[in-house]
């Protein structure tokens, strides 16, 4: 653990890869990592066209993004996900979306005495933002579990990161309901929503989940999975109109603003669907490719309805199948990273090369 200003933060969990990682380095064929979701397949060159396109602007970009690139966001919603209730002047573009995931608890005076809800299984930057602001987090699927129990901030994430579960419209609306009865805000983690392979994701901005209202929702969403922009940093948030205003004029004075090229390269990017169609075929592809390599090695696929990853296991302690992976070249993440109940289960991401994923199904079956 490390000490800061903000209170007690675990270590970086990717830090403790280490020894893993240099065992799967030695590999003669050389190693296939699988345990993290960055990108490997090149910006699309109208987006890298976009970004260059507006390099000579020499003043500073405004914290609220461009009137063009908050419609291509709104427009985008309508088309892919059936959100039509959003209207530009709720989308705020963010610097990539984890900066936004660790400081929105900060953003929104969250601190000591306030609560955190957030999934069992969950991305660790979740809990990170509670920490940084002095607040207390606690794990729970069942609302029910929570008691009496009002918190600040409920953190929904469908498709899931690690497991790839998805929540149906049932859940998210019982989820909105419940947290609107006792003043918390839903924040929806939608960073893999245009990646549904056996389901398809729901936003929690869509009409069957809000009920015509959008207060208390906010809807986190990031161009680095679909468009390939993890190096850009291309993100944005919409949803409840008075929680973006707020964000809004705290961002200003924290000079949390996307670079203008940037912006540029996002509102090409959600303005085009062939570039989300020809990443979903790349990764479509490298999916049944590994399933069947993992499944062949006995391991079980759990959820992994969407999104970059499977969630698998074979019952036993998953720093020990990590071991078993690394020795054959291939590293990937425990479900420890992500909490407790994730004793068994390994993350297998999809983020590789169509050379090195067939590579690591070689290796799985050998």
Known sequence: MTTGP???????????????????????????DLSVGTPVDPVPESIQQALRSVAEIPG?????????????????LRRR???????????????????FVAWLPTLL??????????PELAYPTYDAGARLAGAESV????????????PAILWLNSPS????????????RKAVDWARERGALVVSDECYLDLGWDAEPVSVL????????????????????TANLASYRAGFVTGDPAVVERLLAVRKHAGMIVPRPVQEAMTVALADDQVLAVQRERYAARRTVLRAALESAGFRVDHSEAGLYLWVTRGRDAWAELSWFAERGILVAPGTFYGPRGGAHLRVALTASDERIAAAA?????
């Open 6 to 32: 903000y209170g007690r933060l675990p270590s970086f969990p990717w830090d403790s890869l280490a020894e893993p990682a240099a065992t799967a380095r030695a590999h003669p064929d050389g190693p296939v």
């Open 60 to 76: 500073y970009p405004t914290t609220h993004g461009t009137p063009e690139l908050r419609e291509a966001a709104v427009a985008a």
């Open 362 to 366: 070689r290796r799985l079956v050998a």
């Open 206 to 225: 869509h009409p069957e989940v809000h009920g015509g209202r959008l207060d208390g929702i906010l809807a986190v969403h990031s161009l680095s999975k």
């Open 161 to 172: 990161n690690p497991t790839g579960a998805v929540l149906p419209v049932e859940h998210l």
């Open 109 to 118: 005076g969250v601190g000591a005495g306030d609560l955190v809800v957030l």
């Open 139 to 150: 794990r729970a699927d069942g609302l029910t579990a929570l008691g009496p129990a009002t």
């Open 81 to 99: 996900h059936g959100v039509v209730d959003i209207a530009p002047e709720t989308v705020l573009p963010t610097i990539g979306s984890k900066e």
